[in-house]
């Protein structure tokens, strides 16, 4: 296993109190697997992603253990993790391509950060010439300053500078979001190559489009309100989804065939509940058409069927 | 159905700071038509100047040259009373429905707005009246919303308030530029069907949009725009089902979907298009060419290029016909 | 998540700002935010302590006059050191010191007052105007407030002097209002462009609200922070400016005030005669009113700007 995360919690300090936006959280990546997790607002899937490489100020690790390659991430403790980031964990935030440094050459920023991380420039200075070429950009980039690049360059060097170091593990926070359509599908294929090529050994890829997720992910987790839903191999996620949850969300998603004459669409209604005051027991059921009795107690996350998950009373039975 | 609004030659021209002296062409001779009651999706990217338009319309900002035509008259000559009475037939919600709020006030302060100037004798009961079948119009509960400051609001609901203001006029047209693009997928549709039901019952939506998949469910007709240009346009099943534009084409085969996968699209794209798919400014696969994968060949198409002032002050590609209701920019052979 | 300020990017730094200490940013007073304010503002030590060392001043304008036992114009002995019948003794001419004092404190507010308020209308009204319509009227503007940048002040006080039998009260604020105004319309300009082109702003146009109406209920409240904070800001530095009017003799050419009090003092020798209490109390009071004013006003800065709070 690449990655094992086992009853992860994570609570968030607001003004309104603490809340916890990851509440036992588990589940196992591979090597070699690009895992997507998906959610909407208030699901917890960035705070999540960030907590496995840092916990800002306001975030405080409550519970449960992180593993990479077998061995303990200790991600509870910033300055721990400072030789892990960049080399066996990295992270791509929202909102990287507009924070790259407007007054440095890309060139600069990149030799100054891994000289913050103890990286001799030359050895890898090397690779990230080579790196360049791939991923679609002219030599000249690196001499450019990062305003004078389009957004898909951007992202694409933020993509390369996170995956300098060949990390074990390659998180992706919305990585495709502010994006145009092509550039949307060329960042796209180059997670799959980056995994291919072994820049990074596995990828867990944050966004709320599935259909990204259903082209570039092989295993896709749903996370709902702090909580895992549902976790299974794309395909299966896709055809054959068994939480209510997923189910009506792939459901409200319109495709490029589908018009309003012919197929009527529907949305979820109601909201999210707030992470503040969470309910009791299932926090989709007040959502869910399906709900019953039982699901007043919380669901627990468990394999139904060969690396398929679910928390769900209705699917479990 | 007759036209309600023409956009006719429309070109908006920015000058950059460069000492180039250049000129940032958003739009370039951009002309199509709205007819009453109808969904047209003004579909482009980032920088392709759709939301320019947008603002054009709805004379948020003034167009370099070229007309608009609302019912006949230019409304480019409005000013006072006149815009106010366009006001009240044509009406814009935008992409954030966060900002469209002033944060000091109680959300549905948005109505107030629109008191003083259109309704100032109307007696306090007829209008709560009002106020309250506009927001059953858009599927909300007054009691859920009124009285309430917007941040205690759901983006749907700070959405379908927005809406709700507009419903209040006596809208013909609404403009409506990237209005679920904040909003989480699943309630994304419902305001989607919100917009098809107000359709319906007789209004005309500008709707602007990056999202191919949202374009193609909701309108009638589609207008392609890429960098400030009309590419293509025409009946949306028709545009969608045959398109012929590269750019088109490729925007298609780019969409993510959920049953499909980016190669499948891609492998249709080229037999359609007679097997040579061509980036617009890509390297050129002549026919017999040694096969590229469409990754490398979308990768050689970077960096891009801004336009210098002389491009853009050029007219751009006709249009011919290409199909019933169907246009096309031309493109080189 | 519900904390949500709309927050606005930093103003950039006033030009020319009379004082240091000038805000630093704007913020809107959201309501739900507002008793948020009233808890911070009453834990912030600078706030309180400038507010509560600020009113003993207020109060000894309002009330020193009815309880000082001697009037401005009571002649005693000349020089006399403080004592009890004269709690800071007299002048070169017998006046009471404190009599002076007070009386001469309620006109330093009163010009501070004036030209402060001047000083907001005028610099509000021009940035407002040159920030919402932009284009030639803002380059109009922009050339008038450079214009009165250059003109120095203290000039244009003298020719003006020379030109006007006697000065008052009303001619001296409304002169420093009139001067001090063009930092306070560059701030209000730059945060003028970035709030005008908020969706808010659209959406007020889109239903037919006139400018006035917009700047008014939907830009100034947004900014209504950084109003108050000019505010405050321009009261401190029109006393200080008045006062170096007057101690340069180009103050009103009767009444008294803090500053004709030190011109006097220099003019009289008192330095070098060792009458101390003449010039020391109002340089003291003056420096303290002042001082007090710019440190809550940093104080009120802290709590409209969660950013500049040390926790």
């Given at each position: 296993?690449s990655?094992?995360?086992d009853?992860?919690s994570i ?8 809340v916890c936006?990851?509440d ?6 591979a090597d070699g ?7 909407e607002s208030?699901s917890g899937?960035?705070t999540?992603?960030t907590s ?6 306001r975030?405080k ?7 990479l390659?077998g061995r303990?991430?200790?991600?509870d403790?910033n300055?721990?993790?400072r030789?892990y980031?960049m080399k066996?964990v990295?992270?791509i935030?929202q909102?990287?391509?507009s924070a790259?440094?407007?007054?440095r ?5 990149i030799a100054d950060?891994?000289?913050s991380h103890?990286v001799r ?6 690779e990230?010439n080579?790196r360049i070429?791939?991923?679609?950009l002219?030599?000249?980039?690196l001499?450019r300053y990062?305003?004078?690049?389009s957004?898909?360059?951007?992202q694409?060097?933020?993509l390369l ?8 593990l390659l ?7 502010a994006?145009d359509?092509?550039t ?6 180059l997670?799959?190559?980056?995994r ?5 050994k596995?990828?867990?890829v944050i966004?709320?489009?599935?259909a ?11 996370m709902?309100?702090?909580r895992?839903?549902e ?6 996620l896709?055809e054959?989804?068994?939480?209510p ?13 589908a018009?309003?004459d012919q ?7 109601g ?11 299932c926090?989709f ?9 039982r699901?007043t107690?919380?669901?627990p ?6 690396g398929?998950?679910?928390?769900c009373w209705?699917?479990?039975a | 159905m007759?036209s309600l609004?023409r956009?006719?030659?429309?070109s908006?021209?920015y000058?950059?700071s460069?000492f180039?002296?250049g000129v940032?062409?958003a ?9 009453g009651g109808?969904v047209v999706t ?5 920088g392709s100047?759709?939301?320019t338009?947008?603002?054009?319309v709805?004379?948020l900002?003034?167009?370099s040259?070229?007309q ?9 000559a409005f ?5 106010r009475?366009?006001?009240?037939q044509?009406?814009?919600v935008?992409?954030d429905p966060?900002s469209s ?7 549905d ?6 008191r ?28 859920d919303?009124l009285g309430?400051y917007p941040h205690?609001?759901?983006g749907?609901q700070?959405?379908r308030?927005?809406?709700a ?10 403009v ?12 994304r549709?419902d305001?989607?069907?919100?917009l098809i039901?107000?359709?319906?019952a007789g209004?005309?939506?500008?709707f602007?949009t990056h999202d191919l998949?949202l374009?193609?469910?909701v309108?009638?007709?589609?207008v392609?725009?890429?960098r ?11 545009v969608f089902g ?6 088109t084409?490729?925007?298609l085969?780019a969409?993510p979907e959920?049953?499909?996968?980016w190669r499948?699209?891609?492998a249709?794209?080229?037999a359609d298009?007679g097997g040579?798919a061509r980036?617009?400014?890509g ?6 060419g040694?096969p590229?994968?469409?990754a490398?060949a ?5 960096p ?5 002032a ?5 007219p751009?590609?006709?249009?011919v016909?290409a199909g019933?209701?169907h246009l096309?920019?031309?493109t080189d052979p | 998540?519900?904390d949500?300020t709309?927050?606005s ?7 020319a700002?009379p004082l ?6 704007a ?9 948020d304010?009233?808890?911070?503002a009453?834990?912030?030590?600078k ?7 600020e009113?003993?001043?207020?109060l000894?304008a309002v009330?020193?006059?009815?309880i000082?036992?001697?009037?401005t114009?009571d002649?005693?002995l000349p020089?006399?050191?403080p004592?009890?019948q004269?709690?800071?003794g007299t ?11 007070v009386n ?6 009163l010009?501070?007052a004036l030209?402060?308020l001047?000083a907001?209308?005028?610099?509000m009204?021009l940035?407002?105007?040159?920030g919402y319509?932009g284009g030639?009227?803002d380059e109009?503007?922009?050339l008038i ?6 003109i120095?002040?203290?000039v244009?006080l003298?020719v003006?002097g020379a030109?006007?039998k006697?000065r008052g ?6 002169f420093?209002?009139?001067?001090t105004?063009?930092w ?5 300009r730059a945060q ?10 659209d959406l007020?146009?889109l239903?037919?609200r006139?400018a006035?109406?917009?700047?008014v209920?939907?830009?100034?409240p ?14 401190g ?7 170096s ?6 103050g009103?050419t009767?009444g008294?005030?803090l500053g004709?009090m ?5 003019l009289?020798?008192?330095l ?9 109390p109002?340089?003291l009071v003056?420096?303290?009113m002042?001082?007090a004013?710019?440190?809550a006003?940093?104080?009120l800065d802290?709590?409209?700007?969660p950013?500049?709070r040390q926790?």
């Amino acid at each position: 296993m690449s990655v094992r995360v086992d009853h992860l919690s994570i609570a968030y300090r607001t003004r309104s109190g603490d809340v916890c936006p990851v509440d036992q959280v588990s589940f196992s990546v591979a090597d070699g697997e690009i895992m997507g997790l998906a959610g909407e607002s208030g699901s917890g899937k960035s705070t999540l992603g960030t907590s496995l490489v840092y916990l800002d100020m306001r975030m405080k690790h409550l519970g449960g253990s992180v593993e990479l390659d077998g061995r303990h991430l200790p991600i509870d403790d910033n300055r721990a993790m400072r030789p892990y980031r960049m080399k066996q964990v990295s992270l791509i935030p929202q909102y990287a391509m507009s924070a790259l440094n407007p007054t440095r050459r890309i060139r600069r920023l990149i030799a100054d950060l891994l000289r913050s991380h103890g990286v001799r420039d030359r050895e890898v200075m090397t690779e990230l010439n080579r790196r360049i070429a791939l991923v679609g950009l002219d030599q000249d980039v690196l001499d450019r300053y990062s305003f004078e690049l389009s957004g898909g360059m951007r992202q694409r060097v933020t993509l390369l500078i996170s995956t300098l170091l060949n990390p074990s593990l390659l998180i992706a926070d919305e990585v495709t979001s502010a994006l145009d359509v092509s550039t949307q599908r060329a960042v796209g294929e180059l997670l799959i190559e980056f995994r291919d090529r072994g820049f990074s050994k596995s990828l867990i890829v944050i966004t709320h489009d599935l259909a990204i997720l259903a082209q570039v992910a092989d295993t896709i987790t749903v996370m709902y309100a702090g909580r895992l839903a549902e976790k299974a191999s794309t395909g299966t996620l896709i055809e054959a989804p068994l939480h209510p949850y997923t189910q009506l969300l792939l459901a409200s998603l319109p495709e490029v065939g589908a018009r309003h004459d012919q197929v009527t669409l529907t949305g979820i209604p109601g909201r999210p509940p707030s992470l503040a005051n969470p309910p009791d027991g299932c926090r989709f059921r007040d959502r869910c058409p399906f709900a019953f009795d039982r699901c007043t107690t919380v669901p627990p996350f468990e394999e139904v069927a060969p690396g398929h998950f679910v928390a769900c009373w209705k699917a479990a039975a | 159905m007759t036209s309600l609004l023409r956009i006719d030659q429309v070109s908006k021209l920015y000058r950059t700071s460069n000492f180039g002296g250049g000129v940032v062409p958003a739009l370039r001779r951009v002309s199509f038509d709205i007819p009453g009651g109808e969904v047209v999706t003004l579909i482009g990217e980032s920088g392709s100047g759709k939301t320019t338009l947008g603002r054009i319309v709805l004379r948020l900002t003034a167009a370099s040259s070229g007309q608009v035509i609302f019912s006949g008259q230019d409304i480019s000559a409005f000013a006072g009373p006149r815009l106010r009475e366009y006001y009240r037939q044509v009406q814009g919600v935008f992409q954030d429905p966060f900002s469209s709020y002033n944060p000091v006030y109680r959300a549905d302060r948005v109505f107030e707005l629109v008191r003083t100037s259109y309704f100032p004798h109307l007696p306090g009961p007829q209008w709560r009246d009002k106020i309250e079948a506009a927001l059953r119009a858009v599927a909300l509960n007054p009691a859920d919303v009124l009285g309430r400051y917007p941040h205690q609001l759901s983006g749907g609901q700070q959405q379908r308030l927005l809406i709700a203001r507009a419903l209040l006029l006596d809208v013909k047209l609404l403009v409506a530029d990237e209005i679920t693009s904040m909003l989480d997928a699943s309630t994304r549709v419902d305001i989607l069907n919100l917009l098809i039901s107000l359709k319906r019952a007789g209004l005309a939506i500008l709707f602007i949009t990056h999202d191919l998949s949202l374009g193609h469910y909701v309108s009638d007709r589609t207008v392609i725009l890429r960098r400030g240009v009309i590419v293509e346009m025409g009946d949306t099943v028709e545009v969608f089902g045959h398109p012929r534009h590269p750019y088109t084409r490729n925007l298609l085969t780019a969409v993510p979907e959920l049953h499909k996968k980016w190669r499948r699209l891609d492998a249709e794209a080229t037999a359609d298009a007679g097997g040579a798919a061509r980036g617009p400014d890509g390297p050129d696969r002549a026919a017999g060419g040694p096969p590229t994968s469409p990754a490398v060949a979308r990768r050689g198409r970077w960096p891009a290029r801004t336009p210098r002032a002389a491009e853009a002050l050029e007219p751009p590609p006709p249009l011919v016909p290409a199909g019933p209701g169907h246009l096309v920019a031309e493109t080189d052979p | 998540m519900s904390d949500v300020t709309a927050a606005s990017p930093q103003a950039p730094g006033p030009v020319a700002a009379p004082l240091p200490g000038a805000p630093v940013a704007a913020a809107p007073l959201v309501p739900g935010q507002r008793s948020d304010l009233l808890h911070y503002a009453l834990r912030n030590r600078k706030l309180v302590a400038g507010l509560s060392f600020e009113a003993l001043f207020v109060l000894a304008a309002v009330f020193g006059p009815f309880i000082s036992p001697h009037n401005t114009t009571d002649y005693f002995l000349p020089h006399l050191a403080p004592s009890a019948q004269h709690w800071m003794g007299t002048d070169y001419f017998g006046h009471d010191v404190f009599a002076q004092l007070v009386n001469g404190l309620r006109e330093s507010y009163l010009v501070g007052a004036l030209g402060a308020l001047c000083a907001a209308l005028t610099g509000m009204a021009l940035g407002f105007t040159a920030g919402y319509r932009g284009g030639l009227l803002d380059e109009v503007l922009q050339l008038i407030t450079n214009i009165m940048v250059m003109i120095p002040s203290l000039v244009l006080l003298v020719v003006i002097g020379a030109y006007l039998k006697t000065r008052g009260v009303l001619f001296e604020g409304v002169f420093i209002g009139l001067t001090t105004w063009p930092w306070v319309a560059r701030a209000v300009r730059a945060q003028t462009f970035t709030l005008r082109s908020r969706e808010f702003v659209d959406l007020a146009r889109l239903s037919g609200r006139r400018a006035y109406s917009i700047v008014v209920r939907d830009i100034a409240p947004n900014m209504a922070s950084y109003l108050f904070l000019v505010v405050v800001l321009l009261f401190g530095s029109s006393m200080l400016l008045a006062a170096s009017y007057d101690f340069l003799g180009l103050g009103p050419t009767s009444g008294i005030s803090l500053g004709t009090m030190m011109n006097q003092a220099t003019l009289w020798s008192a330095l070098q005669l060792h009458v101390w209490w003449w010039f020391v109390p109002p340089g003291l009071v003056l420096t303290g009113m002042v001082a007090a004013l710019l440190v809550a006003n940093v104080g009120l800065d802290e709590v409209f700007n969660p950013k500049l709070r040390q926790q």
